[in-house]
């Protein structure tokens, strides 16, 4: 059985003029003029650019609230997705495994440390189809699909469509594309990031790990990308 490990995503839905809505609300917080009047005069991009820049790297985050994004993702793992959900500020509408019932092998997802190492991926591989016949057996058995389901592992592959808005959009990709990120969820993230970057390019800068915004790490252990704040302060 051939496992695709790679994340399947599509960004599915953004606001259609998303410079243009960020630069209003930057304007309004610092103008007389009324909102709808900013928008429809707003045309010079270099112009807007510089504003947001200089409003982002002020903290005043709640002009980048107004940007709602949705991500169809798939072909990740439970373990992935519970990370995932941490992030307070987005909204999930996930594969169910009370209501959707695994017809033969599931899918799965192998870890890359795994997949590397042969003699250990024939293991893992036969492991997910014992489990996958227990499963089988429990739910031919009369068993419901929201019980039988507890004997599935977090390598299970599922489905999701994912909302959020900007600002969380860049708080993810600050802590999820860091290489101090576990490699799945990282790979995610960074394909999310790259449907954005297609479809708003000036997000690019952004779309960061937090210590190319913050310039340097913070972290207890660092990759070395970028040097720790005490070795700064020294």
């Known amino acids: 059985m051939e ?3 790679k994340p399947i995503v599509k960004l599915i839905s953004k606001p259609e003029n998303m410079l243009k809505t960020v630069y209003t609300a930057c304007r309004t917080c610092y103008s007389a003029d009324y909102p709808i009047n900013i928008y429809e005069a707003a045309d010079d991009e270099e112009k807007m650019l510089k ?27 439970r373990a992935c ?7 307070r500020h987005m909204s999930f509408s996930q594969k169910s495994q009370r209501y959707v019932k695994e017809k033969g092998q599931f899918d799965y997802l192998i870890p890359p440390t795994i997949e590397k190492n042969p003699e250990l991926r024939e293991k893992f591989v036969d492991f ?20 039988a389901r507890a004997v599935l592992p977090n390598a299970t592959a599922t489905s999701m469509v994912a909302s959020l808005n900007l600002r969380e959009m860049i708080h993810l990709a600050n802590l999820r594309l860091c290489t101090r990120a576990q490699y799945e969820i990282r790979t995610l993230v960074k394909m999310m990031c790259e449907e954005l970057w297609a479809a708003e390019p000036w997000l690019k ?12 790490c913070d972290e207890d252990k660092s990759c070395g990308r970028k040097p720790k704040l005490e070795e700064i302060t020294k």
């Open 128 to 147: 997910m189809s014992e489990i996958s016949d227990k499963y089988q057996e429990f739910v031919e058995a009369g068993i419901p699909a929201e019980d």
């Open 81 to 87: 997705t519970h990370q995932l959900v941490r992030h």
């Open 205 to 216: 800068p952004y779309l960061v790990p937090k210590c190319e915004s913050i310039g340097f």
């Open 3 to 5: 496992h695709n490990n």
């Open 51 to 77: 504003l947001i820049g200089r409003v982002i790297s002020s903290g005043h985050y709640s002009t980048i609230e107004h940007i709602q994004v949705s991500f169809a993702i798939s072909n990740v793992s």
